[in-house]
């Protein structure tokens, strides 16, 4: 079944985090860097602000309630007691709040007359204050993407959040190294079109952002939360797409997941289920599944966990029910117990199965007095998370008849997308009172006005003027996470630059799609190749080789890549006398073919020569040395 | 637009809202020449420019709005009362020991306002167990708030009102314990007054604070105050001790003698520090772990307390450095001080050029003592020559009390005995130490 995203109404609006390249943190003067290792730690416990228990926000309160213990890590350089949390924030990087002005102009937006920062509560530990600080800078612009005008929601400048490195029931682990890098917030009107049409205005105001030179590339260093809609459906929040080929996916299947959900909502509707009665009866069953031969099971009960049923009216087959592949209520709940950090949902459509026999599924339709048409889902864990658990269970079952539940999912890197909480309810915001408000005066604003980036097209234009490219490699190296060092060695070398853009762009990539580590080539072993390649230490047949024995971990130094693929070059002389052994050994093809020899002289050669000696200069010197035999 | 509700606006803006007859929390709509903004006004901090407006637009953020640019305000609705959050209902078990809380100032605890984004102390029972909830399991706390300063604008005539405070505590005898909430930068002062204050105390007396403020979800008010109760009612002890975080995690608090803490770092949780001596007692996950200490503390009710609550002002703390003019004491001399506490370097002492203005300070019948700036160890005044002949001007020396508890207690000497020198050399309340451990 394919779908029309026209007649969904299919809405996207973007919400672009971009990590910036600034010299220092946003709060702070610690460097950006990512740690290689971490000296110290600390833990924390936070605890939600007096106001918010008043509220109910099931997310908070069930945090709250899990009283998780934070353990922090510290490396010297790239934290300080900033991070900490342990000394106030010092005022805000005049060079990112230059960056998030400058995108400002770019994108036509209206600059606010003085910036405020404030608070966002955020307490699952991914700030040590318990909340992350932003400013807003400016509100209201477009962004022009092929032909049509997509119009901006507003531009925010906040610190990154620190990095989630480990996650041990009840013990969340993160490294404070992330924590404070600036991010530009850029938020987007919802668009309508097909995914790859919305695809493209990511990509432009990726493109965009990057043109300024100003923003940290790299695998993370740029993250979309995506807002997916469809009609009759609430707004889903999908969160942490990194990649922009994940991207088109991902809006397929949040496309095909939400008309699946209205699909059953519409079935439900059809049989008049009245999903006020669902989880009227809640029973305790851990006596009749005690018996199964189930692993899951068992570990529940060995943890000292108990079994809640939950009976769901009207719901026979439904829990089950695929209306595309993959795509059930049954899964949705798998997920939504994770949150809960439980792994032991169980519904009637799936059962018997699992260890779990016929005869315990009656028992258990007995106890919750379930008749033919009704189904039950049943949720092991110890007795709190389980009383959790099942809450939130009853109001998922319940939301069904509406099709699309509002939450915030996280994306896969296939490309889908899973429950990872409740939506929250409106930011809860508030002063931060520890720095000054900043005023954005017009001369600020003037003087930055010849920082704004020149548009992509531009910048590619002349890319491939200046370096002689054609266009789509030219485009291909802007794209790309290597600008920056491709500039350096067209630079610093006489290698040709069409030679080396299309090594780190072409070839780079296909040894990515092969499923090598893109990350241990950094720009300065990039540079390292290509410098002995000018030298002449190694021939050019060599360079993908190297990048391949470094991707594959089988070198760690070019020096060993090069020794481990025999690629240290050979000088003339040597090769000289070695082609010349080769058309010795091969007298008698000279002899019949003439010229015609050459083809196979250059593969013997080549055989033993590849990534030793360039390859045009060894076809050269065998053309030479036949011409002379063959005269 | 009345005074008091100015919300910290002033000139052009205050003018503007006076006359659109806009006032804090009204929902607003403002024209500029860009367009149009809703918000809630906020109110402005008072050292914040004047030349602007605050609004919280609807997506959280606050903004200011230059008051030049304003075109029009509009009025789209009064200020709405947040509703109150319920607190929750607290059912007092008999059997828990009961606290006494005196707050002094610093929020202990507190409330957002997220539609304003204020922040208000919460200083009542209900709004103490509804910030920290577990509270509760441990104690039954009576809380009364006597001041509501920052630490730094306390006084000693402060002290004197804190000290009575804790004595009607300690005398109505149904108390467990007594915890002083106070601002952290003289939290230390105010223990070493209240230490010489209220000798003989039956009680433990724990001052607690919070180097995060309570508004945060980061906050260390909340394990302070928790584990603070928790000495409160545990410990064997009596005595005052200043209760804070022992290291950077939210595991441990740190209990340190009154007369022996010193707040040694700007922002750190665990920013006070038990100088020549370990904190008596760490106390973590509800149970209060006493540890190897030279200090003697007094048992629970083993004494009866002797309130001698006033303090005589009249002493100056003069920290000595390299270039330090002798005019200086002199100065002090003449302003009418009794006693001078010199913070002198290394073993105890200052340049020779200061020895006219302390001979003539002390023949004057000024007391003057000596402290170290060094914060760790002993002043020794035999060693050298220096400390020698001040010696024999008069100064006197004072083991290793602290230069800070050494003026707080000065000040409590000449209000309460007619030989303040030779109390001072005494020790009352491990003001200085016998042996310092290694
Ligand atoms: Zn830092």
């Known amino acids: 079944m394919t779908i029309d995203p026209a007649s969904l109404e299919l809405k996207v609006g973007f919400e672009i985090h971009q990590q910036l390249a600034t010299r220092s943190k946003l709060f702070c003067s610690c460097s950006c860097e990512e740690a290689q290792k971490y000296d110290r730690s600390f833990v924390r416990k936070l605890r939600p602000t007096q106001s918010e228990l008043g509220a109910y926000d099931p997310a908070a309160m069930f945090e709250f309630s899990k009283m998780r213990t934070v353990e922090y890590h510290t490396a010297f350089g790239s934290s300080c007691l900033v991070e900490a949390d342990e000394e106030p924030p010092h005022d805000v990087s005049k060079e990112a709040l230059e960056t998030a002005l400058i995108f400002s102009l770019a994108l036509h937006s209206k600059v606010m007359d003085e910036v405020h920062i404030m608070r966002k509560l955020v307490i699952d530990g991914s700030n040590t204050t318990g909340f992350q600080r932003t400013m807003l800078v400016a509100s209201g612009g477009y962004l022009d993407v092929a032909g049509k005008r997509v119009g901006v929601q507003s531009i925010c400048l906040e610190e990154d959040a620190a990095k989630l490195i480990g996650d041990d029931k009840g013990i969340r682990k993160f490294g404070l190294d992330r924590l404070g890098v600036p991010l530009v917030e850029i938020a987007l009107e919802p668009v309508t079109g097909k995914p790859d049409e919305i695809m493209q205005v990511a990509l432009t105001l990726g493109r965009l952002l990057r043109a300024s030179k100003r923003v940290a590339r790299g695998l993370g260093s740029i993250r979309q939360d995506v807002n997916v809609s469809v009609q009759n459906g609430a707004v889903v929040e999908v969160k942490g797409v990194q990649q922009l080929d994940q991207l088109v996916k991902i809006i397929e299947h949040e496309m095909q997941r939400q008309h699946g959900l209205i699909v059953i909502a519409e079935k439900l509707k059809e049989r008049k289920v009245d999903v006020s009665k669902v989880g009227e009866r809640i029973e305790d069953v851990t006596d009749i599944l005690g018996k199964a031969q189930s692993k899951i099971v068992k570990k529940i009960l060995d943890g000292g966990g108990l079994f809640r049923a939950i009976r769901v009216p009207g719901f026979a087959a439904m829990i089950g029910f695929e209306p595309y592949p993959d795509i059930r209520i049954g899964k949705e709940l798998g997920k939504l117990v994770r949150f809960y950090d439980l792994d032991g949902v169980f519904h009637s459509d799936e059962l018997p199965n699992y260890g779990i026999t016929q005869q315990q599924v009656a028992a258990v339709m007995s106890r919750l007095q379930a008749s033919g048409n009704d189904a039950f889902v049943i949720v092991g864990g110890p007795e709190d998370k389980a009383k959790f658990a099942s809450d939130a269970i009853v109001r998922r079952l319940q939301a069904a008849i509406n099709g699309v539940p509002a939450e915030t999912r996280a994306a896969t890197p296939d490309g889908k997308t899973v429950f990872l909480r409740p939506r929250p309810g409106p930011a809860r915001m508030y002063p931060e009172t520890d720095i000054p408000t900043i005023p954005a005066t017009d001369s600020m604003r003037k003087a930055l006005a010849d920082k704004v980036p020149r548009s992509w097209d531009e910048i590619v234009d002349s890319l491939a003027k200046k370096y002689n490219l054609n266009k789509k490699l030219a485009s291909q190296i802007f794209d790309s996470d290597y600008l920056g060092v491709f500039e350096e060695i067209a630079g610093m070398t006489k290698v040709r630059p069409t030679f080396v853009a299309s090594k780190l762009t072409e070839d780079i990539t296909s040894l990515q799609r092969q499923g090598l580590d893109v990350s241990v080539l950094t720009d300065g072993i990039i540079k390292d190749i290509f410098a002995k390649l000018d030298a002449g230490a190694i021939a050019k047949e060599s360079v993908n080789i190297i990048f391949e024995k470094m991707m594959k971990n089988e070198a760690k130094t070019v020096d060993e890549a090069i020794k481990a693929a025999g690629a240290s070059s050979i000088g003339d002389e040597e090769l000289d006398k070695g082609l010349d052994r080769i058309i010795d050994d091969n007298m008698a093809v000279v002899k019949e073919k003439g010229m015609s020899a050459l083809s196979t002289l250059m593969g013997r050669a080549m055989a033993e020569y590849r990534g030793k000696s360039d390859g045009q200069k060894i076809n050269a010197m065998i053309k030479d040395k036949l011409q002379k035999l063959v005269k | ?438």
């Not at chain 2, 059912?91 to 984004?117: H, N, V």
């Not at chain 2, 260390?220 to 603070?228: G, Y």
């Not at chain 2, 665990?270 to 007692?281: G, K, L, Q, R, Y």
């Not at chain 2, 003026?407 to 001072?424: E, F, P, Q």
């Open chain 2, 1 to 438: 637009m009345a005074k008091q509700d100015s919300g910290g606006y002033r000139g052009a803006a205050l003018r503007l809202l006076a006359k659109q007859g806009v006032s804090v929390g009204d929902s607003v709509r403002i024209a500029t020449e860009d367009g149009e903004m809703s918000g809630v006004l906020m109110p402005r901090y008072e050292s914040a420019s004047e030349d602007y407006i605050s609004i919280k637009l609807k997506s959280g953020y606050n903004t200011g709005i230059l008051v030049g640019r304003i075109k029009s305000i509009t009025k789209l609705q009064k200020s709405e009362r947040a509703k109150a959050a319920k607190a929750s209902e607290i059912t007092e078990s008999e059997g828990r020991p009961k606290i006494a809380l005196i707050s002094t100032g610093g929020t202990i605890a507190s409330k957002i306002d997220y539609r304003t984004g204020g922040v208000h102390a919460a200083l009542s029972a209900s709004e103490l167990y509804s910030s920290v909830p577990e509270l509760a399991n441990h104690a039954s706390i009576d809380p009364e708030v006597l001041l509501s300063e920052y630490s730094e604008n306390l006084k000693p005539e402060h002290w004197t009102m804190i000290a009575d405070k804790v004595a009607e505590k300690v005398k109505n005898g149904k108390y467990r314990g007594v915890i002083v909430s106070h601002g952290t930068d003289t939290m230390h002062y105010t223990a070493a007054a209240l230490s010489f204050a209220l000798q003989g105390l039956p009680i433990p007396v724990v001052l607690v604070g919070a180097q995060r403020s309570s508004d945060r979800p980061s906050s260390d008010a909340a394990l302070n105050l928790l584990w603070a109760t928790v000495f409160a009612a545990k410990s064997k002890y009596a005595g005052v001790f200043v209760a804070m975080h022992a290291d950077a995690s939210d595991d441990a608090i740190a209990c340190h003698v009154g007369t022996r803490v010193r707040k040694n770092h700007t922002s750190r949780r665990d920013a006070f520090e038990s100088i020549d001596a370990t904190p008596v007692a760490l106390v973590r996950n509800n149970v209060v772990e006493m540890q190897k200490s030279e200090i003697k503390l007094a048992k629970r009710s083993e004494n009866n307390l002797v309130a001698k609550t006033k303090f005589d002002d009249r002493v100056a703390l003069l920290k000595y450095y390299p270039g330090f003019d002798p005019r200086l004491i002199d100065h002090t001399a003449k302003a009418g001080y009794r006693a001078i506490i010199l913070e002198g370097t290394g073993l105890g002492h200052v340049s020779k050029e200061c020895f006219p203005a302390l001979k003539k300070a002390v023949d004057a019948g000024i007391m003057v003592f000596m402290t170290s700036q060094c914060i760790w160890g002993r002043v020794r005044m035999t060693v050298y020559d220096t400390g020698r002949d001040l010696l024999d001007i008069g100064l006197i020396p004072l083991s290793d009390m602290i230069s800070e508890t050494a003026t707080v207690k000065a000040m409590w000497a000449l209000a309460n005995s007619d030989d303040a020198k030779k109390v001072m050399q005494e020790n009352l309340a491990n003001e200085i130490s016998a042996s310092i451990p290694l």
